[in-house]
C-alpha cells in the first residue's frame, strides 16, 4: 500500500496546489515539498527490506479479461531511482521557491511539476509494460505543461510542441513494443519477461521489437538522430530544465535500456544500433556545445552528449560496461542538475544567460561560482570528483570491448575525442562566465543570490565530492544493489576506488583533460566570435530538422487534404456516410436468413406513427436551405415520434432519455440561430448540377436508411440466446444489483464505456466554449444585429425615463419559472435515484435539471441566474469526471477491479434494509457532467451576446440592470419621481 500512497499522493496534491491563490508561493512550496518529504520517507521506509534482496509489490486487478493489473514493483534498480525522483525533486522545489517571479502563475507550475513527479514514480515503480507505457506517455504530456508554462513566448510553445511530438511518437512506437513482447512471453508482468530472455532473442519477432523499443527510448533521452528536441526545450524556466532534462525525464530512456539490457542485449543488431546512436550523439553533441552562447544550450547539447555515453556503454553488450552506465546515470545527475540551477541564478541575478555578454562574475556571486566550478570540474572529469570515476570506467569498459568493431583501438580513441571536448565545453562554460573583465552592461545590477537558492545546488555539489573521494563507502552499496537487481549472479567484480595505479584509462583522462583545456586556449578567440550556426554544426542544428520533418508531413498532408476536403458541408457529410455505409454493409455481406415479419392489426398506428415521422425527416431535409426554424421544428417531430417508438417497444429509459435530449437541444440550437447567416445559398434549384447532387445525395440516404434498417432487422431477429443481451438479461440484477438493465449496463457492464462517453462530452462543452470565444458574427448579420442594438438602446431609454418595461420582460412567466425550479430539481433528483431499478438515471435526472436551468437563464437573464448561482458550469464537469474516477478507483481499496460495483445494505432504524452502491457515485458523476456540460455550452451562447454588445457600445450589464430591476419589481430612480 505504501507504493501506492507513493503514486498516487503526488496527483493528489496537484489537485490542491491548483486550488490555492495565484500567487501563493510559500503554500504551493510547502505543499510540494511536503510531497516530495513523504515521498523520500516512503522511499527510506523500504530501504531495508530493498537492501535485503526482497521485491515490494502492490497489484490489484485492472482488466480482468484482458490479464492487465495495475501492478506497482520495487526492486533495487527502481529504488535507486525512485529516491532520486523524489529527493531531486525536494531540492528543485526549494529551489523553484525563489526562482519563479511573484508575477507568475505558481500554482499551474507546482500542479504540472507534482503531475510530472507522479508520473514519474509510477513509470519506475511498473510492474506491467502496458502500465509503464501509460505513464511514460503522462510523462510526455506533464513535460510539455512545463516546457510550456511560459506560453506567452513562442519558442516555449514551439520547444514544448516539438518535445511533446518527439516523446510522444516515441512512447507510441515503445507501446508497440511491448504488446509484441507480451505476445511473445505471454505475459505482461515485467518479472515474467525479464525471465524470458532467451526466449525473445530466439524470437522471429526480436528484430521488429528492438527497432520499435529503439524508437522509444531513443526519442526519451535525445539521441540520435531525435536528439533535437531538447535543446529546444531549454525554452522552460531553469527549475523544469534542472529536473526534467538531467535528472528524470531525459534519464528514462536509458533507465529502460537498462532495464531490459538482461532481455533484449546480446546480439549484434543490439550492439550496432545503441552503440552507433550513443557515439553520434556523444561526439556530435559535444562538438556542438563548444559554440554554444547561451548557458542552457551548452547544458543542453551536453546532457544529450553524456547520455549518448551511457547509451554507448550499454549498448556494448558488457556487464561492466552497464555498472559504468548506471553510475554515469547517478553522477550526471547531481552534476548537470546543480550547473542548471547555477545557470538559473546567473539569469535571476543578471537577467542573462549569454556568455558573451557574462564575464568576472565570481567577484559578485562567490559562493555561487565556486560551486558552479565543482560541478564543471565533475562534468569534465576532474580528479577527486564523481564525474572522474565514472570516466575512467567508461576508457575500461571501451578498451576491454570485444564486439564487431573492426579495431580494438576505434572506440578509446572516439572516447577520448568525445572526453576531450567535455572538458573543453566545461572550461570554457567557466572560464566566460565567472572571470575576465568585471560584470558591465547586464540588464539587472548583479549580486548574491537568496542563500537557500544555493542550498540545493551546496548539497548536490558536496555529493559530487564525497562520491569522489569516497566511492566504495557511499555510492558504492547503492551501485551495486542496483546491478544486482539487474544482473544477479553474473554481476562482475568491479572496484570503485578513486586510485588504480598508472594505467591506460588514466593516460586517456589526462590526454582528454589537457587536450581540452588547451583546445579553448589555443581557439580562444575562434570560438568566441563562431556563432553556433557554423557550417557543420548549422547542418545539425535540431531546429532546422524538426522545420524539414514538419514541413514535409504537412506537404503530404496538404496532398491529402486537397484530394479529400471540400469547403462545402455537404461534400464532407456524402463522404463521411459512403465510407459509413461501405463499412456497415461488410456484415450484411454474410449468409443470412431473413425472417419475414408478422403484421397485426395493432401494428396500423405504429405504421402511420412512422410515415409521420419519415414525412417529419423529409420536409426537414427540404426545408434545410430554406427556412431553419421550419426545419428544425420539423426534426423536433421527428424526435417525438422516436420518442414514441421507445414508448411503443417497452424502452422507457430510451423514451425519458430523447426527450430529455430533444427538449435541451432544441433550445439550444434555437439560441444559436441568430448567430448563422439567414441563408445557405443562392443556388437555383434548376441547375443540373445542383439536380445531380441532390440525386447523388437521395440516393446515398436511401441506401444508408434501407442498410441501416436491414442491418437492425437482422440484429434483432437473430436468436436471443446468440447476443449479449442474453447475457445482460441474466446478469443484470445478479451481477449489477439492480432491476433496469439499461442502467446496469450503462454504470456497471459498460461503466468504462460511459466514463469515455461523459468524458468525450465534456470536451465537446469546452470546444463549444473555446469556438464561440473567438466567434465574430458573419458580415450578412451585422445589418440584422444593429436593428437589435436600436431596440436595445430604446429599451434602456424607457427605463431610465420610467415609461416602460424592457422589451420581452415578461413578469409572471418569470416568477413561475423560479417557482417551478425546485420542482425541477424534485423531478431529477427522484430520476436519478430509482435510475437503478426503474426507469431514470443520472443522464435523465442530469437532463431535467438542466432543462431548469435553461428555463432560469431564458426567463430570468444572465446576471440574475449568475448572481444566484454558487456553482458554475466548469465545476460541475470537474466534479462529474472526477466522482466518476472515484467510483472506479474505490472497488481497488477492496481488493476489487477497477470500475467494479460494491454494494452495501445497512439496516436502518425505521426505513429498514437500504441498498447503497458504488454505482450511485458514478451516476451522480453522469448527472453533474450533463448538468455542466448543457449550461456551459448556454453560457457560452449568451456571453457571446452580451460581447456582441459591448462592441457595439451597448452597456450589457445596464440592460441585465434594468431587467433584472424590472422582473422582481424594483422601481427605478426615474420611477420613483
Known amino acids: 500500500m505504501l507504493l501506492l500512497v507513493l503514486v498516487v499522493l503526488p496527483f493528489i496534491a496537484s489537485l490542491f496546489a491548483v486550488i490555492l491563490p495565484t500567487h501563493a508561493r510559500n503554500q504551493e512550496a510547502w505543499l510540494s515539498g511536503l510531497v516530495t518529504l513523504i515521498g523520500v520517507a516512503i522511499v ?403 549580486h548574491n543570490p537568496p542563500i537557500w537558492m544555493v542550498v540545493p545546488i551546496g548539497i548536490l555539489v558536496l555529493c559530487c565530492l564525497v562520491v569522489g573521494i569516497l566511492p566504495a563507502y557511499t555510492i558504492g552499496p547503492f551501485l551495486d544493489l542496483a546491478v544486482h537487481t539487474i544482473l544477479g549472479s553474473h554481476t562482475p567484480d568491479y572496484d570503485l576506488a578513486v586510485w588504480h595505479g598508472f594505467n591506460w584509462p588514466l593516460l586517456m583522462s589526462v590526454v582528454a583533460l589537457v587536450a581540452g583545456i588547451s583546445l579553448v586556449v589555443i581557439a580562444q578567440k575562434w570560438l568566441r566570435h563562431v556563432e553556433p550556426q557554423m557550417a557543420f554544426a548549422g547542418r545539425l542544428n535540431g531546429s532546422e530538422i524538426f522545420t524539414a520533418l514538419k514541413g514535409l508531413v504537412d506537404r503530404i498532408s496538404n496532398l491529402v487534404f486537397r484530394g479529400t476536403y471540400s469547403s462545402h458541408l455537404q461534400t464532407q457529410v456524402f463522404v463521411v456516410f459512403a465510407i459509413t455505409f461501405v463499412v456497415a454493409l461488410m456484415p450484411l455481406l454474410g449468409n443470412y436468413t431473413l425472417v419475414a415479419p408478422e403484421f397485426s392489426t395493432e401494428d396500423i398506428g405504429f405504421a402511420i406513427l412512422w410515415l409521420i415521422g419519415a414525412a417529419a425527416a423529409l420536409g426537414a431535409a427540404y426545408n434545410a436551405r430554406l427556412n431553419r426554424f421550419r426545419c428544425l421544428i420539423m426534426v423536433g417531430v421527428a424526435g417525438v415520434v422516436t420518442i414514441l417508438t421507445f414508448a411503443w417497444l417497452s424502452a422507457p429509459d430510451l423514451a425519458l432519455t430523447q426527450s430529455g435530449v430533444e427538449i435541451a437541444t432544441l433550445i439550444l440550437i434555437l439560441l444559436g440561430l441568430r448567430w448563422l447567416p439567414r441563408h445557405v445559398s443562392n443556388m437555383s434549384a434548376s441547375s443540373l448540377k445542383v439536380r445531380l447532387k441532390l440525386s447523388r445525395d437521395v440516393l446515398l440516404s436511401l441506401c444508408c436508411g434501407v442498410g441501416l434498417s436491414l442491418l437492425s432487422y437482422i440484429l434483432m431477429t437473430k436468436d436471443h440466446l446468440e447476443t ?122 442530469g437532463l431535467v435539471f438542466a432543462i431548469g436551468v435553461i428555463a432560469q437563464y431564458m426567463m430570468s437573464g444572465i446576471r440574475w441566474v449568475e448572481s444566484k448561482s454558487r456553482i458554475t458550469p466548469q465545476n460541475w464537469l470537474a466534479v462529474g469526471l472526477l466522482l466518476a474516477v472515484f467510483a472506479g478507483v474505490l472497488p481497488w481499496f477492496a481488493g476489487q477491479p477497477f470500475f467494479t460495483a460494491l454494494s452495501w445494505n445497512p439496516e436502518l432504524p425505521i426505513i429498514g434494509e437500504l441498498h447503497l452502491s458504488t454505482v450511485l457515485i458514478f451516476d451522480a458523476g453522469v448527472f453533474s457532467l450533463v448538468v455542466g456540460c448543457t449550461t456551459y455550452i448556454l453560457v457560452s451562447i449568451a456571453h457571446q451576446s452580451l460581447r456582441f454588445y459591448r462592441q457595439q457600445n451597448v452597456d450589457p450589464e445596464a440592460l441585465e440592470e434594468f431587467k433584472f430591476q424590472a422582473s422582481v419589481g424594483v422601481q427605478t430612480p426615474a420611477r420613483k419621481e
Open 44 to 446: 527510506g521506509y523500504l530501504a531495508p527490506s530493498i537492501f535485503a534482496g526482497k521485491v515490494i509489490e502492490f497489484e490489484q486487478e485492472w482488466i480482468h479479461t484482458l490479464g492487465l493489473n495495475f501492478h506497482l514493483r520495487m526492486d533495487g534498480f527502481s529504488w535507486i531511482f525512485a529516491f532520486l525522483v523524489t529527493a531531486m525533486g525536494g531540492l528543485v522545489v526549494i529551489y523553484s521557491r525563489y526562482y519563479m517571479d511573484p508575477a507568475d502563475p505558481v500554482p499551474r507550475f507546482f500542479a504540472f511539476f507534482l503531475v510530472f513527479m507522479g508520473s514519474m514514480l509510477g513509470l519506475v515503480l511498473s510492474g506491467n509494460v502496458i502500465q509503464m507505457v501509460v505513464f511514460w506517455e503522462m510523462t510526455s504530456l506533464a513535460s510539455f505543461m512545463l516546457i510550456a508554462y511560459w506560453h506567452h513566448r513562442a519558442d516555449a510553445r514551439r520547444g514544448a510542441r516539438m518535445a511533446f511530438s518527439i516523446t510522444a511518437a516515441g512512447g507510441l512506437a515503445l507501446l508497440a513494443s511491448m504488446l509484441m513482447i507480451g505476445h511473445e512471453v505471454g505475459s505482461y508482468r515485467l518479472d515474467a519477461i525479464l525471465n524470458s530472455g532467451d526466449k525473445l532473442r530466439d524470437s522471429n519477432l526480436y528484430l521488429p521489437i528492438l527497432l520499435t523499443f529503439t524508437l522509444g527510448v531513443l526519442s526519451k533521452s535525445a539521441q540520435f538522430p531525435l536528439h533535437f528536441w531538447l535543446p529546444n526545450a531549454m525554452a522552460a524556466p531553469t527549475p523544469v530544465s534542472t529536473y526534467l532534462h538531467s535528472a528524470t525525464l531525459v534519464k528514462i530512456g536509458v533507465l529502460t535500456i537498462a532495464r531490459f539490457w538482461p532481455v533484449l542485449a546480446g546480439t549484434n543488431a543490439w550492439f550496432w544500433i545503441f552503440t552507433g546512436a550513443g557515439m553520434i550523439s556523444l561526439l556530435m553533441s559535444a562538438y556542438i556545445a563548444l559554440f554554444q552562447r547561451d548557458m542552457k544550450g551548452i547544458l543542453a547539447y551536453s546532457t544529450i552528449s553524456h547520455l549518448g555515453l551511457i547509451t554507448l556503454l550499454l549498448g556494448l553488450n558488457s556487464p561492466i560496461a552497464l555498472v559504468a552506465a548506471i553510475f554515469h546515470m547517478l553522477n550526471h545527475a547531481t552534476f548537470k542538475a546543480s550547473l542548471f540551477m547555477a545557470t538559473g541564478i546567473v539569469d535571476h541575478e543578471t537577467g542573462t544567460r549569454d556568455i558573451k555578454r557574462l564575464s568576472g562574475l565570481f567577484r559578485v556571486m562567490p559562493l555561487t561560482a565556486v560551486l558552479a566550478i565543482v560541478a564543471a570540474a565533475a562534468m569534465a572529469g576532474v580528479p577527486l570528483l564523481n564525474g572522474f570515476i565514472s570516466k575512467e570506467m567508461f576508457f575500461s569498459a571501451t578498451l576491454m570491448e570485444q564486439g564487431p568493431l573492426s579495431s580494438r583501438y576505434t572506440l578509446p580513441v572516439l572516447a577520448v575525442i568525445a572526453a576531450t571536448f567535455s572538458v573543453s565545453y566545461s572550461y570554457r562554460f567557466i572560464k566566460e562566465v565567472f572571470f575576465g573583465r568585471p560584470p558591465s552592461n547586464l540588464p539587472k545590477e548583479p
Open 724 to 845: 449479449v443481451s442474453h447475457f445482460f438479461t441474466n446478469n443484470a440484477y445478479s451481477l449489477g444489483g439492480g432491476h433496469n438493465i439499461i442502467n446496469v449496463i450503462l454504470v456497471d457492464f459498460r461503466g468504462f464505456d460511459t466514463f469515455g462517453e461523459i468524458t468525450v462530452l465534456a470536451i465537446a462543452a469546452l470546444s463549444v466554449y473555446a469556438l464561440l470565444r473567438r466567434f465574430r458574427p458573419p458580415q450578412s448579420m451585422i445589418s440584422h444585429l444593429d436593428r437589435r442594438k436600436q431596440f436595445i438602446t430604446k429599451d434602456i431609454r424607457l427605463i431610465q425615463s420610467g415609461q416602460s418595461l424592457p422589451n420581452g420582460t415578461m413578469l409572471v412567466p418569470n416568477v413561475l419559472v423560479r417557482l417551478l425550479m425546485p420542482i425541477f430539481s424534485l423531478v431529477a433528483f427522484f430520476f436519478f435515484l430509482r435510475g437503478h431499478n426503474l426507469p431514470g438515471g443520472g443522464f435523465i435526472g
